[in-house]
């Protein structure tokens, strides 16, 4: 298990400390501009549903919302403005246990999956939305309830940006923990490597929708679980239990692939079965390039 | 067995390069990268369904490999496969070594014909499968000796004669009892011509091949002594004892003034030396005529040589042995002496023994006969220097005579008694009662022409006539016979016509008494005047003097026993003759007989010996000869497959 050293006051005083939260913040804050530069629609669609007010167009705006009738009576364009819709709480809940730790070159799939959900974060304080946050790994390991406020937002990001320790989790045990702290209804965004017996993490994903939230599974992994993109020998250490295992990486490659394969399909076709979206992104694609092919994906549902 | 030999076996140190792979491996092998990775959830599975696959794979690998690195040591050593023991399988060979004396002969290095057939023996032994059935046999003229292969060296020439016919006709007895398919006699032998029997050679069967080795070496020059005997062995005064030679020269080339020593000694150690020098042209003979001044009775021994250096050295010599005595002295005692010596009674038998022939070889029959006239009344005269005495139709005989014939002999001497006109049963009856005649004699002479119709043929001086050729006694024949009534004592009859007794003898003490009812002139009979007369009178006087079976002191024979050795020895037997043994003088011709020759008296084929059959017996040839049963093309063919297949099996680990 990964020990990290407590959070205390005087550690949130670091320079270093609040570096990193800076540092996290200033990466979520350009992967949503990316994202929403990136998008053709407003990415307000998804989380906000009342009409506010109007605005002049401008360039990159929706066209399905352009209010045709004030275009005839004034000769002029305004976009229809929405009322966010504030009794939506996003729900982050994010694994923060030692296989999601597992340190090669590039990206680890923590620090992936911290910027994801900085910028998920971000993207619903954007929107005025009430964002918690859960860190679990074997148990819920911090819990941070829904809120609006741009205080709660920066606490969220300090919370994720903290070193900690990441104990081993071979249970979702601390899903359901997790659950059962979000009694209110809401969207809930899993992150997760998903290393968990099937059954037990459809299980918790019920768990979640029995109470009416809105699940949504970001499944991290790294390149080198999805594909072992690597020749010859090796010892491949996992970052639960510490076991070894050596072989021919290139040996295995196809079998492995095809069992990885397997087991995302199955995840996939489970959650469907569920009406949950599974996405499954790998640490070597560019975050805003992953989100924004969520969200187009997104649109085209609604 | 799989017969796989190499012809560069020091190649197969090259087969060290098979841990070539294991080296590479253990020098080049991939370091191990450690990768964390967040679960090992799939890799298990993935690896323990890979693992034994790939653990086979790479021992596979690893054996194509090092059977690469091995199968190219391999193809440097040149393997050949070697189908001997197949071969042997079916293989009977006999295999017969010369050792005549001719085997001897040297040839320019010094080397005999002899080591030379043992060094092609065991060139053929080597060439052979331990599954072959070998008999090995040293053969010559005196017999064939089965060796086991280890006794070949001790192996050494005899002084016998080579005799093809012998030597063959055991090896194809051998051969018609095995039941393999291929039968070989191997013949190592010099060749020599007077090897050939008279008779022509017995064909082998057809399926019987004969391998000939010709070990022999053309000899230029051959001096030879063919025989070597003693003449006149009689010591007489007006004579010398003389010991002749036939020396031979089987060379093409003259010699000149070659030494020749006779050295004989008696056996009061008393040596006589006497030398002559030949001169011989080429092919040619000589008899060479050595005379030895001897002057008493006895045994003399000794040797004939040559001093002269040629191919054969065994035939350079020959061994002699004879006895030299005084004539035995003979008494005839004539009871009708005639008015001319012609007329004499004894005068037919004592020309008969006077008779000697001019040259003599052999046993001795020399007489020296001495005739008195029984009518002048002198009587006997001392007796005890007589071998026999012969009474010729006496009249009379006193008792003094009687008792004096008895003591001559009881005390060895021999009586040989004719009948005549003067002879009736009164005037023998002096012997007759002292019991020395073979019978009592019929008191009237019987008339009429009468033939001999029987006679003891195995009696030692009539034993000869048995054979029609030497003279038929049937053509005897009497007019007037006085034959003898009845045998008495251990009489036997030696000659009879009908009912009569007309010739007995009765042994009287150490002596012997022969009657014979006629006369010893042409009074009652004509055998005087046929061929039979002297023969049968010699063989008479020869048998009562002990001339023909005891006094036989020499026996002269060519080798002809197996292990049987040259030279002069003491019999075996209990008389205390002497063997002398020489070499086979056919031993000593140089002609030779060539292997195509051989081959169409016997009926079989030349076995060809070209490198092709060689190597399909499973010859090692030097280093650089091609071989017909090389392997490796099949080998540059098995190495592609295996790299082919490492190349594979190497690209599915890898890829």
Known sequence: ?302 | MLGLNLIHAGFLVAGLAAALPVLIHLLFRQRTRTVSIGSLRFLHEVVKEHRRRRRVRQWLLLSLRVLAALLLALLFCRPYLDRSHLIGLEQDVVMLLDRSASMQARDASGETALTRGIAAIREELSRLDDNAIVHLAAWDSAGITEMPVDQLRNTTATAAATDFGLGLGWARDILSTSDRSTRRIVLVTDMQRSGLPRAPLERLSENVELVVHDVGDPMPKNIAIESADALRTELRPDSQVTVRVVVRNHGPLPVKNVKATCAVESMSKERFTVEREFSLAGRGNTVLDFPLPLQSDGLYKGKVSLAVDDALSHDNARWIAFEARHPDRVLLVDGQEGSSIFSNETYFLETALRLRTEEIVGQLQSFEPERIAWEAGKGFPRLDGYRAIVLANVRRLSDSDGERLEEFLRGGGSLLIFAGDQVTAESLSTLHQRGLLPGSVAEEPVEGRRRVDRWDTKHAALACFSDPQQGDLRRLEFHRLLPLEQLEGDSVELLGCGNLIAAAERRVGSGRCVYIGTTVDRDWTELPRTPMYVPLMRQLVAHLSDQLSDRAAVIHRTVSKTGEAVGIARAKDEEGRWVVTNADPRESALARITEDELHKLVGTQQIPTSAEALSMAGVKLPEGSSRTDEIWTVLVWLLFAVLATETFLAGRIHA
Not at chain 1, 30 to 39: A, M
């Open chain 1, 1 to 302: 298990m990964t020990v990290a050293a407590p959070i205390s006051i005087r550690e949130l005083a670091d320079p270093k400390w609040m570096s990193s939260v800076e540092d996290l913040d200033f990466i979520a804050r350009c992967v949503v501009e990316g994202v929403v530069n990136g998008l053709h629609r407003s990415p307000y669609v998804g989380f906000s549903v009342d009409f506010a007010s109007h605005r002049e167009y401008s360039s990159g705006d929706d066209l399905r919302h352009l209010n045709w009738k004030l275009y005839g009576r004034h000769d002029r364009l305004y976009i229809k403005q929405y009322e966010a819709e504030t009794n939506v709480d996003l729900h982050i809940v994010l694994d923060v246990s030692s296989s999601m730790t597992a340190s090669n070159d590039g990206l680890t799939k923590l620090r992936y999956a911290l910027l994801l959900s900085a910028s998920l974060a971000r993207l619903a304080a954007r929107q005025r939305d009430a964002v918690g946050l859960i860190l679990f790994a074997d148990t819920v390991l911090e819990h941070y309830s829904a809120r609006g406020n741009s205080d709660h937002l920066l606490q969220l990001l300090s919370a994720l940006a903290r070193k900690r320790p990441h104990p081993s989790a071979d249970s979702p045990r601390g899903l359901h923990e997790a659950a059962e702290l979000m009694p209110r209804r809401g969207l809930v965004v899993l992150i997760s490597d998903l290393y968990y017996e099937s059954a037990e993490l459809f299980a918790a994903v019920d768990h979640f929708s029995h109470f009416g939230h809105d699940v949504l599974l970001f499944q991290v992994l790294s390149p080198l679980e999805r594909h072992l993109p690597i020749d010859g020998a090796v010892k491949l250490v996992d970052a639960e239990t510490g076991t070894v295992l050596e072989t021919l990486a290139h040996e295995i490659r196809a079998s492995f692939e095809t069992a990885v394969e397997k087991w995302i399909n199955e995840i996939h076709t489970g959650c469907q079965a569920r009406n949950v979206e599974h996405v499954c992104i790998t640490t070597d694609v560019p975050l805003e390039v992953a989100l924004v092919n969520y969200f187009a994906k997104r649109a085209l549902l609604f």
